[in-house]
């Protein structure tokens, strides 16, 4: 949904972030693309032309179906029939994740998926186990540096 939504006035070029409105009323964020991301998306709107306030991306029904056809074609052609079992939603979740055991700021994974709510996010990363899992507190890690000056 966020995708459909996106105009070239969401993107600066130049420093390669987008601004995306939020779907569901979410909180507002800028994320950084990735150097290769923003080369192609840079092509993209080169061959196409684009104004300001076009839509960039088809819609939502659109890249579901997209997504579907692409998904089968590679099931089939890596003969792992399995792969049809993941939805495109499905890459949220597994984004979620990765960033979450990655970076374990779950506040970084909240903002960057552009919730509100902490309580949407543990939807996300549900394939964590919160109750074993180390983690990193911010604010203990700033104060023990405030003490050493």
């Not at 196409?48 to 089939?76: G, M």
Request: with cysteine; proline share 4%; net charge positive.
């Amino acid at each position: 949904m966020e995708l459909h939504r996106l105009r070239l006035k969401n993107i600066n070029l130049e420093n390669g972030t987008i601004a995306p409105k939020t779907a569901k009323n979410g909180a507002a964020r800028i994320l950084k693309l990735p150097d290769p991301t923003l080369a192609m998306l840079k092509d993209y709107l080169t061959k196409y032309n684009f104004k300001q306030t076009d839509v960039l991306f088809p819609p939502t029904k659109k890249q579901c179906h997209i997504w579907v056809l692409r998904r089968s074609q590679l099931a089939k052609k890596l003969n792992q029939p399995e792969l049809t079992k993941y939805r495109l939603c499905d890459l949220r979740h597994y984004y979620a994740t990765l960033l979450y055991a990655k970076t374990k700021d779950i506040l970084l994974v909240k903002q960057q998926l552009g919730h509100k709510r902490i309580e949407h996010t543990l939807i996300y990363t549900h394939l964590i186990n919160f109750r074993t899992d180390e983690y990193i507190s911010r604010t203990i890690q700033k104060r023990s540096l405030y003490r050493q000056i």
